[in-house]
């Protein structure tokens, strides 16, 4: 049985990068939410479990709590932030309002020596985030580090296997927290760290196994990084009774749809292109919220897969690229979290269907699918490829898409993507793209008034899409860029570059 950390989330905006720093040791992790009953935890116990810091304070009326007897299974469980109060209030302990509250850095004293602390200097930075703070350490658990405002800055139980911090080890700015989450999962929670892309293709390729049985599997094949890697992986498992069904939805970059025939018809597996263009752009007409786009495309990418399904006897599952962020922003599965978007291929499916979905990469973060990829011994070329989203172009055309708006979008795409390859800038950007801006401005060319589109470009840097910062083009590339746009695609007669990081915006506009 693969090992395990259960992340409970009670909120927290670093949730996410806890489940991150567990995978990067090698062991890996789950987030689920914060009231997951014992019963459903003991179905698949986990070695360790982490309860993640949240906004709340154990005080406020029906603020979340832990099943309580989750912390009687013997399991090791770490507390972080929130997690360590709820754990002290629950067993027994104090929590209180601080007069003096700590956001930010702030040093961490050790008063004891503590297998958590293994390889840690007694006196190091940490990042702190909490108006309130622990009075009294519950029965049987001592305090075994300290700050200027905070005596009980880290706890542990007498059977050591119970610890709580009132910092955020997950962070980078905690100097030492690489090593304290180390120290928890390998020292107290006695765990291997072997979970590795082989590890995780090996597992994947049981589990696919066991789930389908001797049926058959249709799978949405982009030519993109997600959808790519799970074909391989379905592939590896069930051989021919995989058929990737590769639909042009008419919403594709320029050129993509031949360049993935292309592709794909290396590939000892079965291929079908279905060109729906029409079928797709025809649902889409005089729509302009994002939200309906996406689930009118992801409606339509199921039906397009039944029908194809219904030409090959015995199809009974439907396959997907889902990844662990799609999951993340469309439902709130974890705890008081908001739902950001749907995805295409998450919220966006029918709710009646006629097949059973397989997600081969639905617990993966994206750099770790591509490390997959490379197991799998994919083309540099697929593995490469920035992503796309599944709607497509439609959700770069602000209001409503019709072909002239797609035939300008893709020219000014490809002219940006170029443009970076050219330069060698594009492997260093995490995704990068055009957005149609349908706001007419003045503009002046050979002396006339011209009255046309914006062009908005779009490139970021990111480890695995949950955050990401704009990327530092020059001024010099930028300049040949909107040059090239505005000369050579006639609509747009301005060029703006995107700024926002994500957090507090997404990295797609829509």
Known sequence: MREKVLV???????????????????????????????????????????????????????????????????????????????????LGGEVERSEKREYGPAVLNLVTEDLLFSGVEKTSGVWMSHGDRVLRVPEGFTAIADTENTECAAVRNAGGNIYGVQFHPEVVHTEFGARMLSNFLFQVAGLGGNWTAGSFIEHSIHDIRERVGNGKIICGLSGGVDSSVAAALINEAVGRRLYCIFVDTGCMRLDEAQEVCDAFSEFEMNFIHVDASERFLSHLEGVEDPETKRKIMGEQFVRVFEEEAEKISDVRFLAQGTLYPDVIESVSVKGPSAVIKSHHNVGGLPEKMNLEIVEPLRELFKDEVRNVGKALELPSSLIGRHPFPGPGLAIRIMGEVTRERLSILRHADSIFIDELKKSGAYDEIWQAF?????????????????????????????????????????????????????????????????????????????
Request: proline letters at 6%; aromatic letters at 8%.
């Open 8 to 90: 409970l989330d009670f909120g927290s905006q670093y949730t996410q990068l806890i489940a991150r720093r567990t995978r990067e040791l090698g062991v890996y992790s789950e987030i689920k939410p914060y009231n997951t009953a014992t019963d459903e935890i003991k179905k698949d116990p986990p070695g360790a479990i982490i309860l993640s810091g949240g906004p709340s304070s154990v005080w406020e009326d029906g603020s979340p709590r832990v099943d309580g007897e989750i912390l009687s299974l013997g399991i090791p469980v770490l507390g972080i932030c929130y997690g360590l109060q709820v754990l002290v209030f629950q």
């Open 434 to 510: 055009c957005v149609f801006i349908p706001v007419k401005t003045v503009g002046v060319m050979g002396d006339e008034r011209t009255y046309e589109n914006v062009c908005a470009l779009r490139a970021v840097s990111s480890t695995d899409g949950m955050t990401a910062d704009w990327s530092k083009i020059s001024y010099d590339l930028l300049g040949k860029i909107s040059v090239r746009i505005i000369n050579e695609v006639k609509g747009i007669n301005r060029v703006v570059y995107d700024i926002s990081t994500k957090p507090p915006g997404t990295i797609e506009w829509q």
